[in-house]
């Protein structure tokens, strides 16, 4: 016969911690410097797939790559693209 255990730490579920890491928040197009994807995507109004899609096919500016894992973006080049994307040019 199998025993059952009615020890309450092996009968209730474990906790998750709650996640101390702040993500990233998505912000209007300061007047200079750079911006992430996010924000970026929502300058666009497109989304960060739709973004990465645009960069491989030569479209959208590629960034600035900060680290392995960082990217950024000139605000001055986003407002180029806006404006290309508002001409029709692209």
């Known amino acids: 016969m199998a025993r059952t255990s009615t020890h309450p730490a092996l009968t209730t579920k474990p906790t998750t911690k ?6 990233y928040v998505a912000t209007g197009l300061p007047s200079e410097g750079f911006v992430r994807l996010p924000t970026v995507a929502k300058a666009l109004g497109i989304s960060a797939n739709s973004i990465y899609n645009g960069i491989k096919a030569g479209k959208y500016p590629p960034g600035i790559l900060l680290s ?3 990217r950024v973006w000139d605000v001055a080049e986003i407002r180029a693209l806006i404006e290309k994307i508002k001409r029709g040019e692209i």
Do not use: A, H, L
């Open 18 to 23: 709650p996640r101390k890491r702040k993500t």
């Open 68 to 70: 392995s894992r960082t």
